[in-house]
């Protein structure tokens, strides 16, 4: 039982490149999260799912796009890097609403 | 939306000390989570706790939701305690992170 995996664990983008950031999930949840945290910040929330095939916005959602095709799977797009996207990306997710939320290990991704 | 303030921000601690964090929310939650980050980055949940009290091990939490706060309790601190401790409320699904209480425990 892997809990809450993420791929890659760092990335290096130039600016105006675009990536793709993995979160897989095997406990069957149905909450899906995308946050980020910046130096000397707590985590803010960029996207969330309640269940395959939905997404909804979060606090901070400009610049990224997700999708939720397979319910074990929840991937976080950004179309065109920027500096200011510069950050930690922690995936979470709960067996539903209201719940405990187990994160996974993070990815530090770097924008030049 | 709410704001979550968490004190303090900073606490420095020897070894076998005990210690009260505090989280406040400006709006009523129906989820409050504390959460421990140590200092290789990793998240783990401490307790769900949006009412009453729980407690595992050396830590403990109470939750007033009439007041809207909540207190996170370490007793007998240890070195592997440290790092940022991080309350999170909101309803439902949704959480709003506070700023988070860096704890550092000398030996």
């Known amino acids: 039982n892997a809990g809450v995996t993420q791929t890659p664990k760092f990335r290096v983008l130039k600016t105006g490149q675009s990536m793709t950031l993995l979160c897989a999930q095997d406990?069957?949840?149905?909450?899906m999260y995308w946050y980020r945290q910046d130096p000397g910040m707590g985590l803010r929330l960029i996207h969330y799912?309640?269940?395959?095939?939905?997404?909804a916005k979060g606090e901070v959602p400009d610049g990224y796009n997700v999708s939720r095709l397979k319910k074990q799977n929840f991937l976080l797009g950004l179309e065109s890097a920027a500096p200011s996207q510069t950050s930690v990306y922690f995936c979470a997710s709960t067996l539903r609403g209201g719940e405990t939320q187990y994160f996974g290990p993070g990815t530090r991704l770097l924008v030049l | 939306g709410i704001q979550v303030e968490q004190s303090p921000p900073d606490l420095i601690l020897q070894e076998g000390a005990n210690s009260t964090l505090r989280c406040n929310f400006s709006d009523s939650v129906n989820n409050l989570q504390w959460f421990h980050q140590n200092p290789w980055g990793q998240l783990i949940n401490l307790f769900y706790i949006p009412s009453g009290t729980k407690q595992n091990g050396r830590l403990s939490a109470t939750t007033v939701a009439t007041e809207r706060y909540s207190l996170l309790y370490i007793s007998s601190s240890q070195t592997t305690d440290s790092g940022v401790y991080f309350c999170a409320g909101g309803s439902y699904g949704k959480l709003t992170f506070g700023q988070g209480t860096i704890l550092t425990v000398h030996p």
């Open positions: 799912s309640v269940g395959e095939g939905t997404t």
């Open positions: 406990m069957n949840h149905e909450y």
